[in-house]
């Protein structure tokens, strides 16, 4: 980070006071303010990047190398795994002999093993569960001189019901399908963004936040180390309606908050409405088959009978809350969890 020192109290340290704190990344210490600078773009061209992404997944690797820890929210698609692959391949070099490590869904693991052998020919991800059965603290346990390459894990990001300390072995981290860090208590979502801490470089993937879910937005600012609490977060940016846990942005703060966004992430549905080339354009519509199975007479019988209970009513337009719903979904999928069980 950058930092100016104020001296006196001149016009001219006011004007550098401000300047500084015009950034959206900023901290006041005393006299000092510690700020941070959005990249350069003549960094950028000395990043080669592999000729199978296109423009602008090559423009967003790039903006995460650059900017180190990065949030990618980008529309299903637009290839967010070979995204991060390509990260993953100029990290692991920077940060060896410490580990580079993927977090993500378990049906995923041997899907991102086969994309970067489909990319690049080759592929040096670990499963850490076909290797350790999963135990995390063995791959962290294992001594670079053992590795040949740079070393680089992988494994399904419900690991983290446990607690972990990742920093003093891993020097970067990918967390795919970062949504799981929209719940602002759930136990794998604190255990992820404490085990990160300090781990210099970092790049979260998802789909598109929700527009107005100001958790999810500071979660991945939390777990980017872009803030310290969720406190400081909400209270420089909304004030609270007075209804429940509703946070409504501050009128004056609208720039200053999607100033502060674009610093750490990119939003992305369309790459073409941004200068990028139409490279979607001769894609092939999906072809869509619906398979309708027919309700069976005991589902019909258990949707009648918690109607019944006023539980749920699956012939009303108005089926309740989540409860209920949940209750409609298990009859729809052939059980009902009765007492827990």
């Known amino acids: 980070m950058k930092q100016v020192e104020i001296k006196d109290f001149s016009l001219e340290s006011y004007r550098q006071f401000l300047d500084a704190k015009a950034h959206p990344i900023h901290r006041v210490d005393g006299n000092r303010i510690f700020y941070e600078t959005f990249h350069d773009d003549s960094k950028s061209q000395s990043i080669v990047m592999a000729d199978h992404l296109f423009d602008y997944q090559q423009f967003i690797v790039k903006l995460c190398l650059i900017r180190k820890r990065f949030a990618v929210f980008a529309a299903v698609g637009l290839g967010k795994t070979a995204i991060f692959l390509e990260w993953v391949r100029h990290v692991s070099k920077q940060v060896y002999p410490k580990k580079t490590l993927i977090l993500t869904q ?73 949504a799981i860090l929209k719940s602002a208590t759930g136990k794998i979502r604190t255990n992820i963004i404490n085990a990160c801490k300090g781990i210099p470089f970092k790049m979260a993937c998802s789909a598109m936040p929700a527009p107005n879910d100001r958790q999810e937005y500071a979660s991945h600012a939390l777990f980017l180390d872009y803030i310290d609490n969720y406190k400081s977060f909400f209270n420089k940016y909304f004030f609270n309606t007075g209804q ?18 674009s610093t750490w992430s990119i939003f992305l549905r369309s790459p073409v409405n941004y200068g ?66």
């Open 106 to 178: 378990l049906h995923l693991i041997n899907q991102t093993m086969k994309e970067q052998m489909k990319f690049y020919g080759w592929t040096n991800i670990m499963d850490i569960n076909a290797v350790f059965k999963g135990d995390i603290g063995r791959f962290l346990a294992v001594k670079n001189s053992q590795w040949e390459g740079c070393p680089v894990g992988i494994v399904n990001i419900d690991k983290f019901r446990e607690s972990f300390r990742l920093q003093d072995e891993v020097g970067a981290v990918v967390l795919d399908e970062s």
């Open 244 to 261: 429940g846990n509703e946070f409504v942005l501050k009128p004056h703060a609208k720039k200053a908050f999607y100033s502060f966004l």
């Open 276 to 341: 990028f080339q139409d490279n979607l354009s001769d894609l092939e519509e999906p072809d869509i088959v619906w398979h309708r199975v027919p309700t069976t007479k005991a589902q019909s019988d258990a949707a009648i009978t918690h109607g019944s209970k006023g539980q749920i009513n699956a012939f009303s337009r108005n089926i309740g809350g989540i409860v209920n719903r949940n209750k409609l979904s298990q009859i729809g999928k052939g059980f009902v969890y009765a007492d827990s069980k």
